[in-house]
């Protein structure tokens, strides 16, 4: 038997697993790592922080498996995304902490950025002109550390995004590279062609000699350096931590659409090796190329789903715990003409319009509790449904099924609602692990006949919901609540 070593770089934890060749993950472990928030908007993390913890993991998960380095065939790896460093090719030492994705301080320079070349953005990397991306937090590092510009340009300073300086450090400091599903995440990449882009290079002002080589997910990224990790072993994956969720899952070919239902909703639509440039307000990016074949998304992003419960609970105090709202909700036979729009902070995709504010409407005085409740829960499904509907058109894309993952999804009223109102079937992978997805693609880079397509079937679904609805009222009640989106955007009350 072979082992992979999987590890995930999240946002505010790291999670581990030691994966057999037969695709069963045999041990977990994880930890907690800081975040700081120096000012507000922003957000930073310790690098070295985050490299002492992957270590630390790697021994306690040797430790509780009882396996030696030397038998770990492979190691994968996928981290956070956008969250970037750049360090001192000399010294090794970091000049500045990481820069997290959620860091806002380069904002207001984005937005007017975007306003001049956002077009030219989105069609060559899929991507909206937003502070999010890594080029944003490396251009503000090379402005605010001394002679940062210079010494860029000079070759001394280096910058990558988590896995690229972890890979650095796991081969001692002989590896500088990227995969191809990281270096999207830069907005510094034509995804087509998996390299650099001058044009974006020379209007952010970075300079090329200090951005790692990119090479396919599953290519051997470096070999660990035997004083680090016990024993030479080939680092076989890198990926961004969404497209790693996707493969755990096993939605890895055209047409798979996997959904988060958490916080917010997130769509990913496999397109296949198809690079689609996104309208209706989707994005596009590299899911993941693997040497033997490339698969492209697109994304579509609805900002409110399960904080409308939260603030069921905890801003009105309308329910004491969000498991009531599926009993709730199927108290009643619909919701009574209400419909509810989750524009809390703004609405995503498909319009992009920060000024629009939630909103329940249809109300009468027979609206009860239970009808405001079903609403929110409705309105998850209806802007998924929509936000799939786009992704079809868009695509050009048969959709086959949803796979959905996030804490909503324990909501049987929900899943069955969103089958019905897609009119396609939903199904809960066994899997969802980042660090999982990451192990397995390690595996497929190993010479091993394990392959990250099987996945599927080594892990069936928990549990499958099949469509009912029928199409004209599928239409009548996504056609009603658009309406009602429609009437909370473009919101600018006097003050
Ligand atoms: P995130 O990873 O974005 O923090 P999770 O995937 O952990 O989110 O999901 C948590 C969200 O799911 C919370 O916003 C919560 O309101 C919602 N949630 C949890 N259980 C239920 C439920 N039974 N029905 C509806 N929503 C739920």
């Not at 060559?124 to 001394?146: E, F, H, M, Q, V």
């Not at 324990?410 to 089958?419: E, S």
Request: hydrophobic share 40%; with cysteine.
């Amino acid at each position: 038997m072979r082992y992979a070593f999987g590890i995930d770089v999240g946002t505010t934890g790291i999670k581990a697993a030691i994966v057999d060749s037969d695709g069963k993950a045999i041990a977990y472990e994880n930890a907690e790592q800081k975040q700081y928030f120096p000012r507000p908007g922003w957000c930073e993390q310790d690098p070295d922080e985050i490299l002492r913890l992957c270590l630390d993991i790697y021994s306690r998960l040797l430790e509780k498996t009882g396996l030696k380095p030397k038998n770990i065939s492979c190691i994968g790896l996928d981290h956070q995304g956008e969250s970037c460093l750049v360090w001192d090719k000399k010294t090794g030492r970091p000049v500045y902490p990481v820069i997290t994705w959620q860091d806002r301080r380069m904002a207001a320079v984005s937005d007017e950025f975007g306003k001049q070349y956002g077009d030219r953005i989105r069609t060559l990397t899929g991507l909206r002109s937003d502070s999010y991306y890594s080029a944003w937090k490396i251009r503000w590092i090379l402005d605010n550390i001394p002679d940062g510009q210079k010494r860029a340009e000079s070759g001394e300073l280096l910058a990558g995004t988590l896995n690229t300086w972890l890979f650095w450090n796991f081969s001692g400091r002989k590896a500088f590279v990227t995969d191809e599903s990281s270096s999207d995440v830069m907005m510094l990449c034509d995804p087509r062609q998996a390299c650099w882009n001058d044009w974006l290079l020379e209007k952010m002002n970075i300079p090329k000699v200090m951005l790692p080589k990119i090479v396919p997910c599953n290519d051997i990224l470096c070999i660990t350096d035997e004083e680090v990790f016990g024993a030479d072993i080939p680092v076989t994956c890198s990926l961004a931590d969404c497209s790693a969720g996707i493969v755990a899952s096993g939605a890895v070919m055209e047409g798979d659409l996997m959904v988060t239902y958490g916080t917010g909703n997130f769509l990913h639509l496999i397109t296949g090796n198809r690079f689609i440039v996104p309208t209706g307000g989707l994005t596009s990016a590299c899911s993941f190329a693997m040497k033997e074949r490339k698969a492209y998304q697109l994304n579509g992003i609805c900002y409110t789903a399960g904080s409308a419960v939260k603030w069921l609970k905890n801003g009105l105090g309308l329910i004491e715990s969000a498991s009531e709202t599926q009993a709730l909700a199927e108290s009643v036979k619909d919701s009574a003409g209400v419909y509810y729009v989750p524009a809390m902070n703004g609405i995503a995709t498909p319009y992009w319009d920060q000024s629009a504010r939630g909103a329940f409407i249809g109300l009468t005085a027979a609206s009860t509790k239970a009808h405001l409740v079903r609403a929110v829960l409705e309105s998850c499904a209806l802007q998924v449904a929509n936000c799939s509907n786009i992704m079809r058109k868009v695509s050009g894309t048969d959709i086959s099924r949803i796979n959905a993952m996030g804490g909503m999804t324990v909501n049987g009223f929900l899943m069955q609602l969103q089958a019905d109102l897609c009119g396609m079937e939903v199904s809960l992978p066994a899997q969802t692990e980042p660090c999982y997805g990451a192990a397995c693609m390690a595996l497929s880079g190993i010479g091993t006949d394990f392959r990250i397509e099987d996945l599927k079937a080594i892990n069936p679904p928990i549990r499958t919901y099949y469509p009912s609805m029928k199409e004209e009222e599928r239409n009548r009640r996504i056609g009603n609540w658009l309406k009602a989106v429609e009437r909370t955007l473009d919101w600018h009350p006097q003050e």
